[in-house]
């Protein structure tokens, strides 16, 4: 199994073997790979009660470890994960996200006025994602925890992704798949990384109840500012949640949703990074002017007013799967699925399938026009999709729309004259 990059070479071991859909085998547990989109949405998506349980490694599930299997995106297909998928539904639906909208557009606009105050100094990618990366981060806590961000230096935020790179480490330990190495003591040559996850999970345990403790306190103050939080508690009562068992469900959810958040921090760093083709900005920037005219800029409603723009943002989503796993055996095009073996759609491969996206290495936005070419599946699929989507697409949309009515990104040039395109990195997407 692949401990890094795994999405890439999961492309690679499909073409060695000539099909879209493989399992691998290691110390008896099974893992199902699929580079197709018509095999996720029908295993994924049409079989979605038998593909929706988690796979969750054993650095997460263990006390003696991190132990954060009761996050929302950790927990099995259970009551626990029914009650919090409803707290995050209720809030995150189409038709209450609206909510958070003016929170989103303020965070844009701040975007804007300090990139005007700083442009001398954005000679690189990773600069302007640091300022991406600010706004969407401030964004998260404001939403969900109410919290406002001063500065990428705030000690409360340096702590939300101290936890993030932690949790992401965690998954990745050889002991998720040597589960003997449970046994070995932490003071025993090479055993490091058992000393790291108790330090991970009082870290961990710490944030969570800080994060929450701020928030509820508040809350109790008397704040009427919205917070997700406070949504979360309201409704938590109405599932017959009360006490430390309704404090730890809002708390666990609030995490979850920002580690969900973070990959949309990383969609925005695509952007900063890919080098956009000068004539594709003009274009969208040029559809901009027309539709919104030049004395204002965009707000979320104009959203369905620009289509191009839109096409732009789901050509960069498409431009970094999440695991399942079966509740129950199941038969798929003659193959045997064993109940719990991990199932892994690859939203990488499916983005560059050439069957669906012509020269797939193209940044071409245009190829959205076509209503037979369908958006990549960059959220999941079935009852483990992204309960978050309509809020990530809101933030993406402000901040790219925002950022083409006012500025054209392009990239260094090196000595010779050549653009210099960084390569893209890509977390693990285990979190989510």
């Known amino acids: 199994m692949p401990q890094s990059n795994g999405h890439v070479k999961f492309i690679e071991l ?44 054993l650095m997460m599930t263990e ?18 994960w029914r009650k919090g998928r409803r707290l995050m539904h209720i809030q995150l639906n189409k038709q209450t996200g609206g909510s958070f909208h003016e929170s989103q557009e303020r965070k844009a606009r701040l975007l804007l006025q300090r990139l005007i105050s700083t442009a001398e100094q954005l000679d690189s990618s990773e600069k302007l994602y640091q300022e991406f990366f600010r706004t969407l981060s401030g964004t998260l806590m404001s939403s969900i925890y109410g919290y406002r961000v001063c500065d990428l230096d705030d000690p409360i935020l340096k702590e939300v992704l101290l936890m993030v790179e932690n949790l992401s480490t965690a998954c990745m330990p050889t002991i998720n798949v040597f589960p003997s190495l449970l046994y070995v003591p932490e003071w025993f040559p090479g055993a490091g990384w058992k000393r790291a996850a108790r330090e991970w999970r009082i870290q961990y345990e710490a944030t969570v109840k800080g994060l929450f403790n701020w928030t509820k306190s508040w809350i109790d103050s008397g704040a009427n500012e919205p917070s997700m939080i406070l949504s979360f508690l309201t409704e938590g009562e109405k599932l017959g949640l009360s006490g430390e068992e309704l404090n730890d469900y809002v708390g666990k959810v609030a995490v979850t949703l920002f580690l969900g958040g973070a990959e949309t921090v990383y969609s925005v760093k695509k952007y900063s990074q890919i080098g956009i083709d ?7 920037q040029e559809e901009i002017d ?19 723009t839109n096409r732009l943002i789901q050509e960069v989503l498409r431009l970094a799967g999440i695991p399942h796993a079966t509740t129950s055996e199941d038969i798929y095009q003659g193959f045997r699925i064993p109940k719990g073996a991990m199932v892994i759609g690859n939203a990488w491969a499916m983005s560059r399938d050439q069957k669906v996206y012509k020269n797939p290495e193209e940044f071409n936005p245009d190829r959205f026009s076509d209503p037979l070419v369908p958006p990549c599946p960059a959220f999941g699929f079935g009852r483990r999709e992204c309960p978050g989507v309509h809020f990530a697409e809101s933030s993406l949309f402000i901040v790219i729309a925002s950022l083409l009515s006012t500025f054209s990104i392009h990239a260094v040039k090196d000595a010779n004259g050549e653009d210099i395109i960084p390569k893209l990195s890509s977390k693990n997407a285990l979190l989510l």
């Open 14 to 57: 499909g073409k060695k073997l000539n099909t879209d859909m493989f399992s691998l085998t290691v110390l008896g547990k099974t893992t199902v790979v699929l580079n197709s989109r018509d095999d996720a949405i029908n295993l994924l998506q049409n079989r979605s009660s038998v593909y929706s349980d988690r796979a969750c490694p």
């Open 63 to 80: 006390p003696s470890l991190v132990n954060c299997a009761d996050l929302t995106s950790f927990v099995g297909y259970n009551e626990r």
């Open 278 to 284: 000068s004539n594709l900005q003009r274009k969208a």
């Open 290 to 308: 027309a539709i919104l005219g030049t004395s204002r800029l965009p707000v979320l409603e104009d959203r369905l007013l620009l289509p191009y």
